[in-house]
C-alpha cells in the first residue's frame, strides 16, 4: 500500500515539473517571437542595402543681389556583417552644388566601417567611417557686358568620410535613419570640408 503511495506521488511531481517545464519552455518561445527588429539587425551574415541621401537649399540677398545655393547628394552603399554587430562595406556618391552661374559635380567611391549598438527593440545607433577617392569638377562662369566666360578645373582628393545615424527598425528587414555626418578632403590642392544632416534608408538581407 505504501508502494503504491509512493509511485503515486512519485507520479505527481512528475507531472508538476514537467508542467513547470514545458512553462517555462513556452516562456523561453515567447520571449524569442517577441525579439524586436532592431534587435534582428547586424547578425553576422547578413547584407545591408541602403542610400543615403541630402538635399539642401540657401538663398541670400544683399545690396539688392539675390542668390542661392542647392546641394543634392546621394550615395548607395553595400555593408556585410563580418561579425556580429561589426560591417565592412563600400559606397558610391554624387554631389551636385550650384550657385548662380557656378555649379561643381563631385563623385566618390570607397570603404568603410561600421559598428550597430541596439539601443531598444526599435532603434539602433549605426555609426561608419570610411576613405573614399573623389572627383569634383568645378565650372565658374563670369559675365563681362554680354560676353559670358567660363572655366572648368578638376581636382582629385583622398576624403574621410564619417556618418553617425541613429536608425528606426519599423519592421524585420526594413531600416531608416538619420544623423549627422562629416567629409573632410584629406589630401588635393582645393581642400573642402562638408559637414550637416544626412537620411539614410534600406533593408538588409
Known amino acids: 500500500m505504501r508502494t503504491r503511495k509512493s509511485l503515486l506521488h512519485l507520479a505527481l511531481v512528475a507531472g508538476v515539473v514537467f508542467q513547470a517545464g514545458t512553462a517555462t519552455a513556452q516562456s523561453a518561445t515567447n520571449q524569442t517571437a517577441a525579439t524586436g527588429p ?4 547586424g547578425g553576422k551574415g547578413q547584407v545591408a542595402i541602403s542610400s543615403d541621401a541630402v538635399l539642401s537649399a540657401q538663398r541670400a540677398t ?10 543634392i547628394r546621394v550615395a548607395p552603399a553595400l555593408d556585410y556583417f563580418a561579425m556580429e554587430s561589426f560591417s ?3 559606397f558610391a556618391g ?4 550650384t550657385s548662380g552661374d557656378n555649379h561643381s559635380t563631385r563623385f566618390s ?10 539601443l531598444s527593440d526599435l532603434v539602433s545607433l549605426w555609426p561608419k567611417s570610411g576613405l573614399s577617392i573623389a572627383s569634383t569638377s568645378t ?3 563670369q559675365t563681362n557686358g554680354t560676353v559670358t566666360q567660363s572655366t572648368t578645373n ?10 553617425v545615424p541613429i536608425m528606426f ?5 526594413f531600416f531608416a535613419g538619420f544623423g549627422p555626418f562629416i567629409d573632410t578632403d584629406l589630401s588635393g590642392d582645393a581642400r573642402t570640408t562638408v559637414w550637416g544632416g544626412k537620411l539614410t534608408i534600406g533593408g538588409w538581407l
Do not use: K
Not at 544683399?62 to 546641394?71: L, P, R, W
Not at 578638376?154 to 556618418?163: G, P, V, Y
Open 62 to 71: 544683399m545690396s539688392g543681389v539675390s542668390g542661392g545655393t542647392t546641394a
Open 88 to 90: 565592412i562595406g563600400g
Open 139 to 141: 565650372t565658374a562662369s
Open 154 to 163: 578638376s581636382d582629385t582628393n583622398l576624403a574621410l568620410n564619417l556618418f
Open 169 to 173: 527598425h519599423p519592421a524585420n528587414h
Open 109 to 118: 567611391v570607397g570603404p568603410r566601417v561600421g559598428y550597430n549598438v541596439i
Open 38 to 41: 532592431a534587435e534582428t539587425f
Open 94 to 97: 554624387l554631389d551636385y552644388t
